[in-house]
């Protein structure tokens, strides 16, 4: 059973660009989370997902940032317009169905840098 | 909001050393929870201990929980070289509110 997957692991990207993160979870994982982590810092979250609906995305900044988790595929996180405080690692988190918040598992996180 | 805030920030001990970490939150919990990262890695999952739970253990970690006090603490005993990480705990307010992280514990174990 493969972890969570993310792609890009490094992402550049110059100012005003967009930044497109993509999360694979865990096999029947239903529940998706992003997070973000500025260097030196904790994970703040962004936005909790499950298939098709956004449920939770009291941390996501009003303005550039989209996240959507469709029926097939991955979950994407789109940064539009990116600025250098953008400039992240942006983790993806999955949990199975019924579990609440409890367990998490934690992708490798994409490493997004804007010049 | 920020809502665990581990002390120290930063640990520096010898190998074979007990390495123990802090963390205080604000409001009540559902549960807490600690993870390791490695220096550009994701997170691991260490050890979750819920509220009415006073005490836990996995291996050389010991996990307290003194929800009076509003405080947690993570023991690591005979740490190697490998325990040097960054170490995170995280509180879950209920069900399915997201994990709230703190900034975390550099642990640096010296061989």
């Known amino acids: 059973n493969a972890g969570v997957m993310q792609n890009p692991r490094h992402l550049v990207r110059r100012r005003g660009q967009e930044a497109r993160l993509r999360c694979s979870p865990m096999k029947g994982h239903s529940h998706v989370y992003w997070y973000r982590q500025l260097p030196e810092e904790g994970l703040k979250f962004m936005v909790y997902l499950q298939k098709e609906n956004i449920i939770d995305e009291s941390g996501m900044p009003k303005e550039r940032f989209s996240a959507e988790f469709p029926k097939e595929g991955p979950s994407i996180l789109r940064i539009q317009q990116v600025v250098r405080g953008d400039s992240a690692a942006y983790f993806c988190?999955?949990?199975?169905?019924?579990?609440?918040?409890?367990?998490?598992?934690f992708g490798p996180g994409t490493r997004l840098t804007v010049l | 909001s920020q809502q665990g805030e581990e002390d120290p920030q930063a640990l520096s001990i010898q190998e074979g050393e007990n390495a123990t970490m802090n963390c205080s939150y604000k409001t009540s919990i559902n549960n807490l929870q600690w993870y390791r990262q490695n220096s550009g890695r994701g997170l691991v999952h260490l050890i979750l201990?819920?509220?009415?739970?006073r005490e836990k253990h996995s291996g050389r970690l010991r996990v307290t929980l003194d929800t009076s006090k509003k405080s947690s603490s993570l023991l690591i005993t005979a740490s190697r070289a490998a325990d040097t990480a960054s170490y995170f705990c995280a509180t879950v307010t209920s069900g399915n509110t997201p994990l709230v992280f703190g900034k975390g514990t550099r642990l640096s174990v010296i061989a």
């Open positions: 988190a999955s949990s199975p169905p019924g579990s609440g918040t409890d367990t998490q598992y």
């Open positions: 201990i819920r509220s009415n739970e």
